[in-house]
């Protein structure tokens, strides 16, 4: 496996579930980041995480939880999510904070 | 005011075109500048990075950034149909990172 993974690609939960999603990062960077992607609205910046320490939370509401266990895996917990909260997840990772990110192909989630 | 602000388009051109994307910001403390594409169902994938105004050329493509407008232009030359896809700028001051809406761009054979 090369660049950026995530599992899963597709997600259709309701909002009483718990699931999670994972990254996994095989470039040896030191920063990981979580964004939703919406349509017709900017990439939203989760949570960054650099050197494993949580540096960044953009007033996340608390129904999404992050964890990173290494430098390589970002996983990102998810429970009794609502509808609005359907869109792409993405996963990304920078040698460092600041230089230039590379992309996951994303997990489509679907909140019923 | 948006820190970026890109036009969604959509934009749709013949092949062979040459195609121009923008964005325009408001911080001027903005460092680096970055186009990534965004194929359907793929997750976004750098394709230019520069940090100083003037041109960056690579192969068909050519980012120009204007610090003094705050204003950054994507060129696509001899456009292909599998250059459609969606173009998001993208913008960093430290560690912060700004994205624009994205535009899509569909290349018509």
């Known amino acids: 496996e090369t660049g950026v993974t995530q599992t899963p690609r597709h997600l259709v939960m309701g909002m009483t579930n718990k699931k999670s999603l994972k990254c996994e990062q095989h470039?040896?960077?030191?920063?990981m980041y979580w964004y939703k992607q919406s349509a017709k609205k900017p990439l939203e910046l989760m949570f960054v995480y650099n050197f494993k320490e949580q540096t960044e939370n953009n007033s996340v509401p608390s129904r999404f939880s992050p964890e990173c266990p290494n430098s390589s895996h970002l996983f990102l917990h998810l429970h009794t999510l609502q509808p609005e909260d359907s869109a792409l997840y993405l996963c990304a990772s920078s040698q460092r904070g600041g230089d230039e990110q590379f992309f996951g192909p994303g997990t489509r989630l679907t909140v019923l | 005011q948006k820190e970026v602000e890109q036009d969604p388009g959509p934009l749709s051109v013949p092949e062979g075109a040459i195609v121009s994307l923008n964005c325009t910001y408001s911080?001027?403390?903005?460092?680096?500048f970055m186009w990534y594409r965004q194929y359907s169902r793929k997750g976004p994938e750098l394709l230019m990075y520069t940090y100083s105004s003037g041109n960056k050329e690579d192969g068909r493509f050519t980012a120009q950034v204007d610090k003094s407008s705050k204003y950054i232009s994507l060129f696509i030359r001899d456009s292909q149909p599998s250059d459609s896809a969606t173009y998001l700028c993208a913008m960093v001051t430290g560690n912060q990172f700004y994205f624009g809406t994205g535009t899509s761009l569909t290349v018509i054979p």
């Open positions: 911080n001027s403390a903005f460092q680096y």
């Open positions: 470039l040896g960077h030191n920063a």
